[in-house]
């Protein structure tokens, strides 16, 4: 809104003193002003909508991120894994895994289920008196629950065979990623007892999938090579513009990871919000890049591409626990701290012979970890309940993971032979070459 210019400063002084109260009275009724119900929930719906479609697309993002990072003779096993994944995520998640998310606990709760298979809405069916479509609402959830699944295909990538990986992501999917979203985002144990705040998931979507893929890089364990007689052996990426494209494909279906999970779009206050949200986390992803070329410049003497991309990755993931509340100098910090985080931590997990393809666990796990605990600079939080939210996820993922991933082992093995991983999974796992006509060990 634009002022009148006074040409006397003591009428200006006395005018700005008598309109200022006015002035923020009326924007604080405009930003509550709610638009009809049912424009309200056609706004409410198309807004989880298009978060959801954009997160959708989130998974070619992770499919050409991965494509890229592994070498050639594994592409099409990456590319499989992921479009395989996503489709099974989406089924669990219909049968079983959102009845277990949203079991509409009745005070605090570790484990509940609704009614299921979920009770999708007829076409052309509408419930208003939830101001959005059901059906809306169970699709923007299902497409996180399949993001849990791409942060373990990652870090895996190599040397695992296909069948017993969607095993794995069934449980994941259907179980596991479902409990952990009850007890916050479900109303469960650590939303009412805790206050645990996660604002679109850098500890119930991106460490849980953090989790789970630690346990199964340690299960699993190293690719052949990978790890000889002290010394690291670096298998380069087979194709870095398609990577590079895979990230910038996650970093514009995070809009939607992000905007989308402030779940209304009715209010002028709404709309503001979910501006903002766009805002920091297109900052903190920027903060990301920036702080990772200039710490491996320093480190290395040379700028390293993929940590720039999982500089873009980690500062996304940072923010992701509370867009909305930071400053935009704030969301900088947060995602320049989560930029880092890659930089300092492929090296340890290195030491620790952890292999780690696509450097998931710290782009994940380890600013998913930063990002909810920086939460009470900015949010409505507490350090402690923040906390426990993240040692009470980490300890049961890690378990659940583990048992599955053993259970697998045992029963049916999960690596290929040594042949058929020298040979790359392309051949061994599914009969079709990536570029046939330039295979690369």
């Avoid at 997160?55 to 494509?67: H, K, P």
């Avoid at 670096?234 to 279906?253: R, Y």
């Avoid at 100098?329 to 620790?352: C, E, N, S, T, W």
Wanted: charged share 10%; net charge negative; proline share 4%.
């Amino acid at each position: 809104m634009k002022r009148m210019i006074f040409k006397t400063g003591t009428a200006a002084l006395a005018a700005l003193a008598i309109a200022e109260p006015a002035l923020a009275q009326e924007a604080e009724a405009a930003a509550a002003e709610v638009v009809s119900g049912g424009t309200a929930y056609i706004l409410n719906t198309l807004l989880f909508l298009i978060g959801g479609f954009l997160v959708m697309w989130m998974a070619a993002g992770f499919a050409m991120l991965e494509a890229g990072l592994v070498r050639s003779k594994n592409v099409s096993t990456q590319c499989l894994k992921n479009i395989g994944l996503y489709s099974i995520a989406g089924l669990m998640f219909w049968v079983i895994g959102y009845s277990i998310a949203y079991p509409g606990f009745d005070g605090p709760g570790l484990f509940g289920i609704a009614d299921f298979p979920y009770a999708m809405q007829g076409v052309g069916e509408a419930d208003t008196g939830t101001g959005y479509s059901v059906a809306s609402d169970w699709f923007f959830q299902m497409v996180f629950c399949a993001a849990t699944a791409s942060i373990v295909s990652g870090t895996v990538a190599e040397r695992v065979k296909i069948i017993p990986f969607f095993i794995f992501v069934m449980i994941l999917t259907g179980v596991i990623y479902p409990v952990v979203v009850s007890w916050e985002w479900g109303g469960g144990y650590l939303d009412s007892v805790w206050g645990f705040s996660d604002f679109a998931g850098s500890t119930l979507v991106h460490s849980t999938g953090g989790w789970a893929a630690l346990m199964g890089a340690l299960i699993i364990g190293p690719r052949l090579g990978r790890f000889v007689g002290g010394k690291v052996n670096v298998f380069p990426g087979s194709n870095i513009p398609l990577a590079t494209l895979g990230t910038f494909i996650l970093w514009l279906g995070w809009f939607g990871f992000n905007g989308a999970s402030q779940l209304a779009m009715g209010t002028i206050g709404d709309v503001s919000d979910v501006s903002k949200i766009f805002v920091n986390t297109n900052m903190a992803a920027a903060a990301g890049v920036v702080v990772a070329i200039i710490l491996t410049q320093v480190r290395y003497g040379k700028a390293d591409v993929t940590m720039a991309l999982n500089g873009a990755l980690a500062g996304l993931v940072a923010i992701t626990a509370e867009p909305l509340a930071p400053s935009v100098g704030q969301a900088i910090i947060i995602g320049g701290i989560g930029g880092a985080l890659p930089v300092i931590f492929v090296p340890i997990l290195d030491k620790l012979k952890i292999d780690d393809v696509v450097g998931a666990i710290p782009v994940h796990l380890i600013a998913g970890i930063w990002g909810t605990l920086i939460v009470p600079w900015t949010g409505d939080a507490t350090f402690v309940g923040q906390l426990v939210g993240v040692l009470m996820v980490g300890a049961f993922v890690c378990s659940a993971s583990a048992i599955v991933w053993l259970i697998l082992k045992a029963v049916m093995g999960v690596r290929p032979s040594e042949a058929e991983e020298l040979g790359g999974l392309d051949k061994a796992d599914i009969g079709v070459d990536a570029y046939p006509e330039f295979h690369l060990t």
